[in-house]
């Protein structure tokens, strides 16, 4: 395929906020749907963002991935499936660093064991984590700072303590899944997951500075 459809996708890819489904692009610059669809899978492998651990304040969260329960067919429904309880969607964590970047990845459950590893992977010691009242943030005082905002209570801010930075950023991820690309399989979810992580981190950039910097990692993919 031309490098200059290469460079287009890119670019178009960039500058879409919420994302940009394979047949709007197949459309653009004038390919097939498919290849469009591979085009999308190949740049979102240089979405990959190497910052280094967040520290300061960090908003932590999880979020559920997947059609909303009561919108699906009767023969389709799952019992206790509303908000994911009904372990028929796909578990999101994130950690957002206030006025800095976020890091997001799907994750296997909900555990004490899972979300503690997510953030020892991603936080620096003694960064100020703030969390909601979910049990299995409790025993991450022993290695940082730990303020709880109970959102059962409909508390939502507390002084400094709140999630809504990171609230937001899963605002972006599901407008782009819902809008965009309407399913998403929990194979691919990651990729995705990535493209909105480093679109959002590299908003202050300068939009030539971040396209180069994609070529860079395109390039080193084998």
């Known amino acids: 395929m031309d490098l200059q459809k290469w460079f287009l996708a890119i670019a178009l890819t960039l500058n879409a906020k919420k994302g940009i489904s394979a047949r709007q692009l197949a459309r653009d610059i004038e390919v097939t749907k498919d290849t469009a669809w591979r085009i999308l899978m190949q740049i979102r492998k240089s979405f990959v963002d190497d910052c280094e651990l967040l520290e300061g304040i960090i908003e932590i969260d999880e979020t559920f991935v997947g059609g909303k329960n009561k919108n699906r067919h009767a023969d389709k429904k799952v019992e206790g499936g509303q908000g994911g309880n009904g372990g028929d969607k796909t578990i999101v964590v994130g950690t957002l660093e206030r006025g800095g970047k976020v890091k997001a990845q799907k994750v296997i ?94 908003r202050k950039t300068n939009i030539n500075e971040v396209f180069a910097a994609v070529i860079s990692k395109g390039l080193s993919i084998r």
């Open 109 to 202: 459950d909900r555990s004490a064991k899972t979300l503690h590893g997510v953030v020892k992977q991603n936080v620096a010691k003694g960064s100020q984590l703030m969390t909601d009242e979910f049990k299995s943030y409790n025993g991450l005082c022993l290695l940082y700072g730990h303020q709880v905002v109970n959102h059962a209570m409909k508390e939502y801010v507390n002084g400094a303590c709140h999630t809504n930075t990171l609230e937001g950023f899963w605002s972006l991820l599901k407008r782009g899944v819902i809008g965009q690309y309407h399913y998403v399989s929990p194979r691919y979810l990651n990729n995705y997951i990535n493209e909105f992580c480093y679109r959002y981190n590299s």
